[in-house]
């Protein structure tokens, strides 16, 4: 890799690991989410985001599209998020599914009676068997020490490879924002229509 050729060698790299992680995703679970987003939407409920890190930095960007789309929707921790309540939709974003934020506030929804939607790499893990449905994105290519994303930033472990490690977050950013386009065309939703709901610079 030479001075001159870095960056498009790097940048083409992660492409390519994304590209082969959308070829791995599971179209049934896709699918599922989807009508779940819609199904809360139909009822009147709530969707909540939760994430840490950068995985929440990314569920944010989803929620406000999907308050673009008309979906009533928050983010897990702001001052003005209600209470959860039964049959409303939790999206909780973890690539380790260990995540202790994300798995504590699954877990209390749950009780409510909230449906909880994992998006996550190991189906095997705590937010996995939690979850009512997940949508499984491959990421992570190790296992680290410390699997609470809190404590993993206190200690400073990290993945060796940066582009490895954050291969979750950016395929699942990819795939929130292909849900978004295929929400408009199931809604009928025009970009004019959601640039109406966008936040007013005066």
Do not use: C
């Not at 985001?49 to 950068?54: Q, S």
């Not at 909780?92 to 996550?120: D, N, Q």
Request: glycine share 8%; charged share 25%; aromatic share 6%.
């Amino acid at each position: 890799m030479t001075k001159e050729t870095w960056f498009t060698d790097l940048a083409n790299k992660i492409i390519e690991m994304i590209k082969k992680t959308v070829g791995d995703l599971e179209i049934k679970e896709l699918e599922k989410f989807i009508q779940l987003l819609l199904l809360t939407k139909a009822k009147g409920k709530k969707v909540v985001v939760i994430g840490a890190g950068r995985s929440g930095l990314i569920g944010r960007a989803f929620a406000m599209r999907l308050m673009h789309l008309g979906f009533d929707t928050y983010v897990f921790g702001e001052t003005i998020t209600p209470a959860v309540e039964k049959d409303d939709l939790i999206i909780a974003i973890s690539g380790s599914g260990s995540t202790k934020l994300v798995l504590t506030s699954a877990e209390l929804a749950k009780g409510i009676g909230a449906k909880i939607l994992a998006i996550l790499s190991h189906a095997d893990s705590p937010l996995g068997r939690l979850a009512n449905n997940r949508v499984i994105i491959k990421g992570r290519t190790k296992a680290v020490r410390e699997e609470d994303y809190f404590s993993r930033q206190i200690l400073g472990e990290h993945e060796p490879l940066a582009p490895m490690g954050t291969l979750f977050e950016d395929s699942t950013m990819i795939v929130l924002d292909s849900i978004v386009a295929e929400l408009m065309r199931r809604l009928e939703t025009t970009e004019d229509e959601m640039q109406a709901r966008h936040a007013q610079t005066f």
